[in-house]
């Protein structure tokens, strides 16, 4: 058998042409479908272990996939908020911490880098997800922000540099105005959607949402059309609202200068996760928010397993049009494999009459096809594990 797959090789390189070209539209053949099953398995463990982890969220009643796609993966806005006062229900519960979320603005887009969420939270988010800044320090004061991983390197910017939020609406002044935030830190790679976030403190994400805001001061050579008061008696007195500038940006200068107004328990929010210390405070709270008209808590596990099965169902359909655009591929193969076989013909009775057997010349054309069907095997398996990451990122912009 060995000197029928020398045989085999020499052959084969002989024809090497015809040799790479029947390679690779095998490795092709075999390539789709091999990626696709490597891209969901990969899906399925990366979107499930962030389910898992997250045992219940708590939003605005609507769509319990949409608020599970905004309070695990930062995609997707619930219909409406919920407000402090909801969170503090849950965070009074026995045995369960409470994280408030608020995620409805993103950063201004650069070229080459889409604009990142802004997740507005506490510091127990980064306790319960594990993350720890890899350079700097996670933000302590109003207008400090961290930098998850991966969208630290697609922007270029790194501790000490500043970050902008883009405006909802470009035309209500007076509501969601940029801020300039501080970048404090970034973030060592947790391999999940925190990595392409910006997070910050909750007083910042209702700043850039026009809950909070503060005054400066400034000259008097400033238009007086910018000015909320100017006291002639002082020179010094006049003071601006930081509405009319650029872009709003808090320093040390003038953060005590910003406040909110409203009643906090008002304040809003886009969603809670709960982290019961045990299954059965996770029981207890599940019943005590059943009833609830204002908020639905869910666990998000049963609702990305809801997801998956619409998404399998679909990779169902793909790989039967897959096989069958594969069978008919094969079927054409076969027939160049045939063909083949027939200009070989004299070769073949060459072989037989200096002494090889019939079997010796099956066996020499059965190494040809092993080692042509095994080489583009290996194509597409090497292509497919290369492919996995590319593809399994795809499939969540595609289905989350």
Known sequence: MNSAFYLAIRSLWWHRSRSLAVIFSLAIIIWLPATLRIALNQFRSEISSRALSTPIVIGAPGSRIDLVMHALYFRSQPATTVTMSEHALAAESVGVTAVP????FTTRSQPGAE?????????????????????GELPALLGECVLGADYAERSGLGTGDTVLSAPRNALNLAGD??????????????????????FTDLRTAWVIEGIGHGHQNVDRQTDPSLLLSNDRDDAASVTAGLGVLPYLEITDENRD??????????????????????ERDRIKLLGRFSGSRQLQCISPP??????????????????????????????????????????????MQ???????????????????????LTSAAGIAVAGGLLARSTAAALLQQLLL
């Open 101 to 104: 979320l608020h995620m409805r």
């Open 115 to 135: 604009g990142a969420p802004i997740v507005g939270t506490t510091p127990e988010y980064f306790t319960f997800r594990r993350l720890t800044p890899q350079s």
């Open 177 to 198: 105005y940029p801020l300039r935030m501080l970048i404090t830190g970034v973030l060592a790679r947790n391999h999940s959607p925190d990595d392409d976030a910006v």
């Open 257 to 278: 200068s910003f406040h909110f107004h409203g009643n906090a328990s008002e304040f809003p929010l886009t969603a809670v996760l709960a982290v019961p210390f045990t």
């Open 302 to 347: 049963q609702v990305i397993e809801e997801l998956l099965s619409i998404v399998f169902r679909i990779e169902q359909f793909v790989l039967l049009f897959t096989l069958a655009a594969a069978g008919a591929a094969l079927l054409l193969l076969a027939l160049v494999l045939n063909l083949s076989l027939k200009l070989r013909a004299a070769e």
């Open 350 to 372: 060459t072989m037989f009459r200096l002494g090889c057997s019939r079997l010796t010349i099956l066996r020499l054309q059965s190494a040809e096809v092993l080692l042509l």
